[in-house]
């Protein structure tokens, strides 16, 4: 059972290259939320820095992790593992923190069944087409073809888990999107009524498998 002081808990998930990292920067900026910042195997692009964007391990040093119990959730993406550092978030939500995690489907499934006890909402993040996705992809892992590639054809694959989030919302306009999330985010821990239109969603899922 949450206290009224506790911090939330708000996951975004998406397709690679959906806007999920830049959006999270943002909520955290302007919302005030603290990123779950994961450790990860994977190398860093050129801009990234080491215990902001992610903690840079090796996979000796995440496996040793994993023994050690570290983890609140963690899992294997493309070649790389991904986690999240339980004693961190636990640390911030009891201090009354916000926590925004930015983790694919499979560690959103471990951290429902974790079960906490801190309120959690889940956000699914859809990019407007194909082509675009393509598009944010390219400009932004320029130097690797073969990731580009890689990532677009785990794209058909990702989009199934939409189903298991509370919301879903289509990244076109960052601003709107943005303005979007914050609007469920703030239903969902004040208890408000709110609208949400599925049906939208579920249409442009079709659009985007075809
Ligand atoms: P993810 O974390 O989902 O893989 P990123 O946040 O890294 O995706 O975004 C992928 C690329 O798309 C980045 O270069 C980012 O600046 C850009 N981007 C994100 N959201 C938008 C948007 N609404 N419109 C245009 N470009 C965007
Ligand atoms: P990227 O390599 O583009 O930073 O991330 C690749 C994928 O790994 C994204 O879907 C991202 O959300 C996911 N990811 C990042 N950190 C974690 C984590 O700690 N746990 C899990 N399960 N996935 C993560």
Known sequence: MSLAKDGIMV????????????????????????????????????????????????????????????????????????????????????????????????????IKKYNLGFKLITFFILPPSKDELFNRLRNRDMKDKNIVHKRMKQFNEDINHWKNYDFVVINDNLETCYNEIVKFIDVKTNNLEHTYNKKKIEDHIIKLRN
């Open 11 to 110: 996951v975004l998930s998406s397709p690679s290259g959906a806007g999920k990292t830049t959006l999270v920067k943002k909520i955290s900026l302007e919302k005030n939320f603290k990123i779950s910042v994961s450790h990860t195997t994977r190398k860093p692009r050129t801009n990234e820095i080491d215990g902001k964007d992610y903690f840079f391990v090796n996979e000796e040093q995440f496996k040793d992790l994993i023994n050690k119990k570290e983890f609140l959730e963690y899992a294997q993406v493309f070649e790389n593992y991904y986690g999240s550092s339980k004693i961190r978030v636990i640390e911030n939500l009891k201090k009354g923190k916000n926590v925004i995690f930015d983790i694919d489907w499979q560690g959103t499934e471990q």
